[in-house]
């Protein structure tokens, strides 16, 4: 182990913990509390990094007031998924690495990396071919585990960290979550992603993100639908080349319409009954509607529509460790998206997040913690 201002420790010290500020959720919908907490040094392939970005997600909405709404009354409990409080939030982190394990690899003392919140268990086969994000005994970073809303992380192992390139912490952080849940979903509709357009629903965070990134990857026609004005102007300007007003009493004939005739590729960033209902409605036979959103709610879906329409409803849950070096590489290839970020201290929690609730945030913003 290295320790930075340590240089006293002489291998074999037994490893000690230290202090750390962390911003911690005591119990559902409580404001946070400033803490001092232990952090263990790291061991074998762990990293022990300072946060000088964590950005700020809806996802830590739903943490905060402990459930998803299933629609129909219904509420999935976060506690019944084994989400515990308290808990330190903070999943879209970058950190400055101050200390490595003995057996931690590619990484030392000083590198800025993101960290790949979506852990799994690495062993099991859904990990080994890469989608950790989808194992079964997940340990996502701010959700499982202790978060980056705090000055700094203990990282299970090297391989969850990946190098920014150019990008600033500030930028790469928001990539770890609406970044790669939004070129995660675009990659689901690769195959016809450059020949029709494609359509985005909900121009909030990540659906910002998701229309720069559909230009990036080469989509000619971004169709966004939003019911909120300003919103949809924000998605024209970052990139979208038509808007439709999903709340408008023709919203389907007016993607339909922008579609050429329906759409091969429907991404919906909200998730709520109106939205998938919408989206499904508006797909020529063969498209697809990827759904990614957690707002929540239920739809009914007519069985035979599956086939005789060869339609295809799917879910996109954040991304794997490939999609997240693909899209840190195509962030540096062709520039950031530009999505507006606001830098908060840790002490702002609390308002940070009730501002992002109440819908006062365009774009994203970013705590720093340690900066
Ligand atoms: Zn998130
Ligand atoms: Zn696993």
Known sequence: MTVEGDAGAKPGDAPHAMKITAAVVPARSQPFEIQQLDLAAPLADEVLVRIVASGLCHTDLHLWEGHYDLGSGKKLMLADRGIKLPLTMGHENVGEVVAVGSDAKGVKVGDVRLVNPWMGCGECKVCQRGDENLCLKPQNVGVFSQGGYATHMLVPSHRHLFDIGKLTPQQAAPL????????????????????????????????????????????????????????????????????????????????QKATGGGAWAVIDFVGSSETVNLAVSSIIKGGSVVVVGLFGGDVTVPTPYLPLRAMTLRGSYVGSQSDIAELIDLVNRTGMPPVPIRTRPLEQVNDALNDLRAGRVTGRVVLTPAA
């Open 176 to 255: 770890a979550c609406s970044g790669v849940t939004a070129y995660s979903a675009l990659k689901k509709v690769e195959a016809t992603l450059k020949d029709e357009p494609v359509v985005i629903i909900g121009a909030g965070g990540v659906g910002l993100m998701g229309v720069t990134l559909a230009r990036k990857m080469g989509a000619k026609d971004v169709i966004i639908v939003d019911i909120d004005a300003g919103k949809r102007d924000a998605a024209m300007k970052a990139g979208a080349t038509a808007a439709v007003d999903g709340s408008a009493a023709d919203a389907v004939a007016q993607i």
